[in-house]
């Protein structure tokens, strides 16, 4: 069965870094688009970032130029790359698998807790 496995989230001071990893299993990988999703507090899930199979990228307005999507397809596993945290980052980030030619619906991780505070 599908399985998406985030990790890499925890607490960053402003303008810190981090880097999610999202290890997935189950389908095929390399020929399926992958995104990133957030849900801050009291707020709707939104998407972040998203690759093709054939790695063109994606990013919502608010992390262009700050946050980096990429894909290792020999290990199964998309990034997200975060420079530059706001306050306003700190949310919940999923991983999902997106549905197309190789999956009939999108799949979603767990999530994994992003804060953002001095």
């Known amino acids: 069965q599908v399985q998406l496995v985030e990790s890499g989230g925890g607490l960053v001071q402003p303008g810190g870094s981090l880097r999610l990893s999202c290890a997935a299993s189950?389908?095929?990988?390399?020929?399926?688009?992958m995104a990133w999703y957030r849900r801050a507090p009291g707020k709707q899930r939104e998407l972040v970032a998203d690759?093709?199979?054939?790695?063109?990228?994606n990013y919502a307005d608010s992390v262009k130029g700050r946050f980096t999507i990429s894909r290792d397809n020999a290990k199964n596993t998309v990034y997200l790359q975060m420079n530059s945290l706001k306050p306003e980052d700190t949310a919940v980030y999923y991983c999902?698998?997106?549905?197309?030619?190789?999956?009939?619906?999108?799949?979603w991780g767990q999530g994994t807790q992003v804060t953002v505070s001095s």
């Open positions: 999902r698998a997106q549905a197309g030619v190789t999956l009939s619906r999108g799949y």
């Open positions: 189950g389908y095929f990988f390399s020929r399926t688009a």
């Open positions: 690759i093709t199979s054939g790695g063109s990228t």
